[in-house]
């Protein structure tokens, strides 16, 4: 399974210990619910898409995750991000 790993100051993992009863837990928790709305955006966007296309949806959560990004219908914020770079104004 992959994994995030952060670094922290002594001063921050302090202020961490005041805000919550297990700083891991918390940025755990943080990190999966964050990606549990990406992943609800993610398969929106992607039941809209092979609706308004005809085209059949993959089986699971998973799979209709997977899908949204082979279809493009979805990129990364990486992606996004570069391509909104490329159409500044120079």
């Known amino acids: 399974m992959p994994s995030i790993t952060i670094e922290i100051t002594d001063t921050e993992l302090l202020s961490m210990q005041y805000a919550a009863a297990s700083p891991q837990d ?11 709305i990406a992943g609800d955006e993610i398969v929106a966007a992607l039941v809209a898409h092979c609706n308004k296309n005809e085209i059949a949806i993959s089986t ?16 990364t914020a990486e992606q996004r991000n570069a391509e909104a770079a490329a159409n500044l104004p120079e």
Do not use: H, P
């Open 60 to 75: 699971g959560r998973n799979a209709q995750i997977a899908q949204a990004f082979e279809l493009s219908v979805v990129k």
């Open 26 to 36: 918390w940025a755990d928790n943080a990190v999966t619910n964050r990606a549990r």
